[in-house]
Nanobody
Framework: QVQLVESGGGLVQPGGSLRLSCAASGFTLENYAIGWFRQAPGKEREGLSCISSSDGSTYYADSVKGRFTISRDNAKNTVYLQMNSLKPEDTAVYYC?????????????WGQGTQVTVSS
């Protein structure tokens, strides 16, 4: 069964850090570009970051550039999103997804999401 599972969300104070994980089962994650997204209540889904499958190139939205870092561990079949200097406006449900070919292209599979809440 092809599945993506996010984990690592939680409650953190402003300025804190979290590391989200996106673990794949049923397929090899390194063969796909992987993106991280978030959606806050009442807002549209926002693309945050992507890591390519070919050369590991990474891309970031301006809203998270310099604070978030995407990486992959092929041995663990997992992609990570390290989030530092978190702000209350980072509060959202965070999702990972595969792209069928390249970052920004057609989507493949989605995870179920993990809640991140930034609050004092």
């Amino acid at each position: 069964q092809v599945q993506l599972v996010e984990s690592g969300g939680g409650l953190v104070q402003p300025g804190g850090s979290l590391r989200l994980s996106c673990a794949a089962s049923g397929f090899t994650l390194e063969n796909y570009a992987i993106g991280w997204f978030r959606q806050a209540p009442g807002k549209e889904r926002e693309g945050l970051s992507c890591i390519s499958s070919s050369d590991g190139s990474t891309y970031y939205a301006d809203s998270v550039k310099g604070r978030f870092t995407i990486s992959r561990d092929n041995a663990k079949n997992t992609v990570y999103l390290q989030m530092n200097s978190l702000k209350p406006e980072d509060t959202a449900v965070y999702y990972c997804a595969t792209y069928l070919r390249v970052c920004g292209g057609d989507f493949g599979s989605w995870g179920q999401g993990t809640q991140v809440t930034v609050s004092s």
